[in-house]
């Protein structure tokens, strides 16, 4: 069974920088896609980032709104996936999850419903 639990958010002004971790236990990170997407209040869950990594294979995938901005790795060491944040904005509030997925190296995955585990959540609040 895999676990993931997300850690690292809170209240930051605009402009700022948080780092979100996500642990995952059960498993290293070969052969799985891991996502972070986000949740506003009334909104839709949306993606953010993904990184894949098969054999000597490594993938990333950014959405538009984060390009620049944010960046995802793979800390082999913590077994973690973190998310660096940069340059916030108050539209970067939202609860932000982390999620996993079986990967074979095709096209990381950027919709929600291709992931299969998920964490709880922490939430980013950006104050302008």
């Known amino acids: 069974q895999v676990q993931l639990v997300e850690s690292g958010g809170g209240l930051v002004q605009a402009g700022g920088s948080l780092r979100l971790s996500c642990a995952a236990s059960g498993r290293t990170f070969s052969n799985y896609a891991m996502g972070w997407f986000r949740q506003a209040p009334g909104k839709e869950r949306e993606f953010v980032a993904a990184?894949?990594?098969?054999?000597?294979?490594?993938?990333?995938s950014y959405a538009d709104s984060v390009k620049g901005r944010f960046t995802i790795s793979i800390d082999n060491a913590k077994n973690t996936v973190n998310l660096q944040m940069s340059s916030l904005k108050p539209e970067d509030t939202a609860v932000y999850y982390c999620?996993?997925?079986?990967?074979?190296?095709?096209?990381?995955?950027?919709?929600?419903?291709?992931?299969?585990?998920w964490g709880q959540g922490t939430q980013v609040t950006v104050s302008s």
């Open positions: 999620a996993s997925r079986l990967w074979s190296a095709f096209g990381l995955p950027r919709g929600s419903n291709e992931y299969n585990y």
């Open positions: 990184i894949g990594r098969s054999g000597i294979t490594t993938s990333l």
